[in-house]
C-alpha cells in the first residue's frame, strides 16, 4: 500500500517520545505490506467512508484511503500533549 505523511503529522510525532515513535515505526511498517489497513493490529475503521483509526497506547491517529493511498493525518489524541 502507497502511504503519505502528511506535514502535520510529523510535526506531532517528532514531539512523541522515541519508544512512541518506534512502536509507530513498526506500524508503518506492516502498513506498506497490506491491502487494507484493517489488516494491521490496533487500526479501525471508523463510521465516516475511507477513514480510519489507529490506536498506539493511549493516542489515537486519524488515517484516510484516497485513490488507494493511506494518508496518515494527524494526532485525534495524543497523551503526550496537554
Known amino acids: ?3 503519505v505523511i502528511e506535514d502535520l503529522f510529523i510535526d506531532q510525532l517528532q514531539k512523541c517520545p522515541t519508544s512512541f515513535q518506534q512502536k509507530f515505526r513498526v506500524t508503518y511498517q506492516q502498513l506498506k505490506i497490506v491491502d487494507t489497513p484493517t489488516e494491521v493490529k490496533n487500526i479501525y475503521s471508523t463510521s465516516a467512508k475511507n477513514y480510519y483509526k489507529l490506536y498506539i497506547e493511549e493516542s489515537k491517529i486519524g488515517m484516510k484511503v484516497k485513490d488507494s493511498t493511506l ?12
Open 71 to 82: 494518508h496518515i493525518l494527524c494526532f485525534l489524541y495524543n497523551q503526550y500533549f496537554e
Open 1 to 3: 500500500m502507497e502511504i
